[in-house]
């Protein structure tokens, strides 16, 4: 049989589209979610409500890998009740899959969280060491550096692998994400810096992504955190020229602080989301061997352009290497 790989949050973002490439690699995939809203279709589809075992606990016994991306989004008001939905829905979820993981009788062979880059602050201490790079302060590292302690001190068996991937912005032109907001704005002539503009924007193209995750599935001596970005971290300034590009559209009306926190109550999200700057160096990636093929922003935007929604992502593959390992420059 085809290696088995769970996957956790599947109706989300980053879920649905891990789903339909493991599925194109021929892997047998068990999706699991909270419900079926949301997910791509692929796989077999089991639900659970975050923290509470069930069925779904047999579908770890002996897969390649486990993938957990559950967790409720950021994108939303950082009141009380909303701050305990985040934090809880991540800490419970790997709480849960890691008591699940230590009663297997035969245990997955890795074990792979989300975390994310807001850890960083300043890439020049970080990039010495992944597990000790300068950390920010407030309610986003507090729940980062929850949700990894609750991943590092399950009581998964030794022979399990684990990896929490610290993720920065991922890229994909789908309806409500970083790239889709992002180039409306600038269609309309309002993609000028935010705040100063000179925040750092740590970023990566979906389908490196997903070939970082095969890569971390296919690596067994990587462990550990892993800093899933390119090498490049453009300055918010950078990044709005790249779009204004783009879109060929010459004029960028800049937005200052004040002006984003109205933007930001009514569209009910967080100014943090664009003012925070994140400087990452996926210094472990790089030194292991993979390679990106989208390492630029202004190369990943102008492909991701024509790639409209999962099904316009996926629907020419013939010019796209196969695989974590291989590199072949797209043709087109």
Known sequence: MSPTIVIFGANGFLGRYLCRHLTRQGKQVV??????????????FLEWDGKSHGPWTFALEGAEAVINLAGASVNCRYHPANRKRILDSRVDSTRSIGTAIAACEAPPKTWINASTATWYRDARDQAQNEWLGEHENGFSFDVA?????????????????????????????????????????????????????????????????????????????????????????????????????????????????????IGARLLRTETELVLKSRWVDPLRLRDAGFRWHYPEMRSALKDLLARPGLEGFFKDTSCRSVGARGWVPATR
């Open 145 to 261: 550096r929850a949700w990894e302690e609750a991943f590092f001190s399950s009581q998964s068996p030794a022979v399990t692998r684990k990896v929490a991937l610290r993720t920065g912005m991922v890229l994909a032109n789908e309806t409500g994400t970083v790239f889709s907001v992002l180039k409306k704005l600038t269609a309309r002539g309002l993609g000028g810096t935010m705040g100063d503009g000179g925040q750092r924007v740590s970023w990566i193209h979906m389908e490196d992504f997903l070939r970082a995750v095969d890569f971390v599935v296919d690596e067994p001596f990587l462990d550990g955190v892993v800093n899933v970005t390119v090498p490049e971290f453009p300055t918010n300034r950078e990044m709005m020229a790249n779009f204004r590009q783009l879109c060929r559209m010459p004029i960028g009306i800049p937005s200052p602080r004040p002006l984003l926190e």
């Open 31 to 44: 999706a699991i979610a909270r419900s079926r809203s949301g997910w791509s279709g692929d796989g077999m």
